[in-house]
Structures are given as C-alpha cells and as structure tokens.
C-alpha cells in the first residue's frame, strides 16, 4: 500500500516570499502520478499542480513548482511571490498508474499542511 | 460549464438516523470518487464508479456504508444508523476516462449528534 507523509502540520510565509512545503511518499511502483492540492478554508479542494514520476523535469504552474526526487521519494512544493490568497490546506496526493485497460484514480493523500501567509 | 455539485451542503443527524448524501458529476465524466475527510486530515478514499459500475469498495468502512450511481451520473452515499464517529465531510469527485485531474465538489458536511 502507498503511504503519504507531510510533516509539517502548519507552516507561516510573509506575503511575497518563497515558501517550501515537504511531502515524502512509499510505494513500489515504478510509474505513478504525484499531485498538490489546495483546500481554502470551508471551500473546495484545488488541484494545484500535478507531475507524473516518469518525467524527470519538475513540473511548473506560474508561482507554484515542484521539486520531484524520485530516488529519494520526495515531492515538495515551492510557492514563490506568496499571496494572501495562497491561506488554505495544502495536500500531498499519490496515484496509481492505470491498471491495464481500466483506468483507476484513487488517490491516497497526506495529513495536510495549513500554510498561512501574512500581510 | 457546471463543476461537481454536492447536496446537502450540512447535514445534521441524530445518531441512528439514515442519511443520504447526493454528488452530482461533470457532464461526460466517466469515474467518480466518494472520499471521507475527518476534521484536519486528510481525505481518505470510500469507493469508486466507472459509469454505474462500482469497481471498488474497498474503502468503505462498515457495511453501514453503501454508495450507487444507477444511471452512471449522480451519485449517491448512503448512510444507515449513523454513528458519531461518521461526523466528517464527504467529498466527491468526478474525472473523465483517464483520471489524472480529480475535479472535487465543495462536500457535505456530516453531523451525527
């Protein structure tokens, strides 16, 4: 079974600055996808950007980037300009690549880190 | 065009009542997830449709628990005498074939007192 670990239960940013949240992850499979998502306070949850594990080039969204290391099973996300708008629960998230011709997503996600960005 | 839409928003229920929760896909998409997500953590998966079919319960956590998706489009949750410990949001979401992006609704807010 896939395990996702975030171990930064809260972290805090000044509006403008750059901000890392970690996200570490077990699995023996070889392809998979690894997902951020953002969850707004009482408002639905986000995708905020999304790298599948067998391009070697980090994914980028505008000021959202990852840092994918596969070897070491670790997948952080690098918010850079932070905005007051950026306030929410961030999510780690894992999937499963397709299984032959059924597609399937379930995805298995971390504990959640709130990041709050103050003005 | 319309994304995931859940209903009821909140739901208050007396420990032993059946409830009954209602997700509403994106027009064409294929899969549809049922999640659980307990204040401050993170979702955790129930089960999974594609169209009507439920290919996965693994995720259910008693036989209390029963989802369905009888046209292969709105999807329903269902809940028999419920416990407090069922008090959490239950999120759904919907994607097309290949479900590499998750569209979530806002979910249900389940209260069992």
């Known amino acids: ?119 | 065009g319309a994304g995931v839409s859940q209903s009821p928003r909140y739901k208050v229920a007396k420990r032993g009542q059946d409830v009954a929760l209602r997700c509403d896909p994106i027009s064409g998409h294929v899969s549809l997830f049922w999640y659980q997500q307990a204040l401050g953590q993170g979702p955790e998966f129930l089960t999974y449709f594609q169209n009507e079919a439920q290919l996965d319960k693994s995720g259910l956590p008693s036989d209390r628990f029963f989802a369905e998706r009888p046209e292969g489009s709105v999807s329903t949750l269902k809940i028999q005498r419920t416990q407090q410990e069922d008090s959490a949001v239950y999120l759904c979401a919907s994607s097309p074939l290949r479900p590499e992006t998750q569209y979530f609704g806002p979910g249900t807010r389940l209260l069992v007192l």
């Open chain 1, 1 to 119: 079974a896939q395990t996702v670990t975030q171990s930064q239960p809260e972290m805090s940013v000044q509006e403008a600055e750059t901000v890392t949240l970690s996200c570490t992850y077990d699995t023996s499979e070889s392809n998979y996808y690894l997902f951020w998502y953002k969850q707004p306070p009482s408002r639905q949850m986000i995708l905020v950007i999304r790298q599948e594990a067998y391009k070697q080039q980090n994914a980028t969204e505008n000021r959202f980037s990852v840092n994918f290391q596969k070897a070491a099973k670790s997948f952080s996300l690098k918010i850079s300009d932070s905005q007051l708008g950026d306030t929410a629960m961030y999510f780690c998230a894992f999937m499963k690549p397709h299984a032959g011709g059924t597609s399937y997503g379930k995805l298995t996600f971390g504990q959640g880190t709130i990041l709050t960005v103050h003005p």
